[in-house]
């Protein structure tokens, strides 16, 4: 397990997961969630491969922070199939600030650890990460 700045560490779940989803497609998106107690980052939800931006987006609380990560697929204007992995930073305003400050101080370092991440976006509330948004950032 590697030690994160803020002294939270990364449970090697983390990085397996993103792999496979990097590399086989195995799943859509991964939540990541901060066990205060046990310091450590862990996979909170994986979504299948079939599932909805919509069902991701739901997956995420709306008082807590987490992270994720999202495989984006579209088409470009040539017609041609293309993927994006996302990494999101969810910060809802309405989380409490010791959660927002631990999320912010150990972000760089989580996403350091998952390799091959290629767009990053920061929200505190739905419409930051909203779907046009999504689409707007990947092309």
Not at 43 to 56: A, I, L, R
Request: glycine letters at 2%; charged letters at 30%.
């Amino acid at each position: 397990m590697a030690n994160a700045a803020s002294g939270m560490a990364v449970h090697d779940d983390c990085k397996l997961k993103f792999l496979e989803l990097k590399a086989k497609r195995t799943y859509r998106f991964i939540v990541y969630k901060i066990e205060e107690k046990q310091k450590q980052v862990v996979v909170e939800k994986v979504g299948e491969p079939n599932q909805s931006y919509e069902d991701f987006t739901a997956s995420l609380p709306a008082e807590e922070c987490r992270y994720a990560v999202y495989d984006f697929d579209f088409v470009t204007e040539e017609n041609c199939q293309k993927s994006r992995i996302f990494f999101i930073a969810w910060s809802p305003d309405t989380a409490r600030v010791r959660s927002k400050m631990i999320y912010a101080s150990s972000k760089d370092r989580f996403k350091r650890e998952l390799d091959g991440i290629q767009i990053e976006l920061q929200a505190t509330d739905p419409t930051e990460m909203g779907l046009d948004v999504i689409k707007s950032r990947a092309c």
